[in-house]
């Protein structure tokens, strides 16, 4: 079975800094997909970026990338001049590529980021 | 596209009685979830369905709870009889069958019993 941790309960930043979200995650797999996810007070939940595990290339949605070490099996997300809208919880998940379970996300426990003016 | 459509968005009821929550997923999603979102166990998957088929239903937490999908555009989840610890957001979420698309959820409906 997969787990997926995420270490920091709350992170605050200031608007227009930047700010990293931690997330490890613990599988046997070798082929797989990560997703960072944003659920905003609406409790919408919304991708905000995704990453193949057999790409090397980190990747990059606008203003978010992550830094994936697939060795360290860590998968953090980083936030470039942070905006209010960015205020939400974020949670890192996990989905296998091929087998059974295949389509299942498992996520972590989410970390609350708040971002001030 | 108007995405994953869950219905009631908010559902207060008294225990002992049956809930019923409905969701259609996108059109054309091979895939359909029901997920659990509480304060203490986080997002938990309950039960989901590929084609119509339920395939793993592993995380549905007792008897009392129950889901269908008749059909590829709606799905329920039943609790029936519902107690208080059943209080949660309880998300459908949809996929296509490609490697890597994401899920698509809905908006979620909240659950109270009292």
């Known amino acids: 079975a997969q787990t997926v941790t995420q270490s920091q309960p709350e992170m605050s930043v200031q608007e227009a800094e930047t700010v990293t979200l931690s997330c490890t995650y613990d599988?046997?797999?070798?082929?797989?997909?990560l997703f960072w996810y944003k659920q905003p007070p609406s409790r919408q939940m919304i991708l905000v970026i995704r990453?193949?595990?057999?790409?090397?290339q980190n990747a990059t949605e606008n203003r978010f990338s992550v830094n994936f070490q697939k060795a360290a099996k860590s998968f953090s997300l980083k936030i470039s001049d942070s905006q209010l809208g960015d205020t939400a919880m974020y949670f890192c998940?996990?989905?296998?590529?091929?087998?059974?379970?295949?389509?299942?996300?498992?996520f972590g426990q989410g970390t609350i980021l708040t971002v001030h003016p | 596209d108007a995405g994953v459509i869950q219905s009631p968005r908010h559902e207060v009821t008294e225990m002992g009685q049956e809930v019923t929550l409905r969701c259609k997923p996108i059109?054309?999603?091979?895939?359909l979830f029901w997920y659990r979102q509480t304060m203490m166990r986080g997002l938990e998957l309950l039960i989901y369905?590929?084609?119509?088929?339920?395939?793993?239903d592993s995380g549905m937490p007792e008897d009392r709870f129950s889901a269908k999908m008749p059909n590829a555009s709606f799905s329920t989840l039943k609790i029936q009889p519902s107690e208080p610890r059943d209080s949660a957001v309880y998300f459908c979420?949809?996929?296509?069958?490609?490697?890597?698309?994401?899920?698509?959820f809905g908006n979620g409906t909240r659950l109270t019993v009292t």
């Open positions: 998940a996990f989905m296998k590529r091929y087998g059974t379970s295949y389509g299942k996300l498992t």
């Open positions: 979420a949809s996929k296509i069958q490609a490697e890597n698309s994401p899920l698509h």
């Open positions: 990453q193949e595990a057999y790409k090397q």
């Open positions: 599988t046997s797999e070798n082929n797989y997909y």
């Open positions: 059109s054309g999603h091979d895939y």
């Open positions: 369905f590929n084609n119509n088929v339920p395939i793993d």
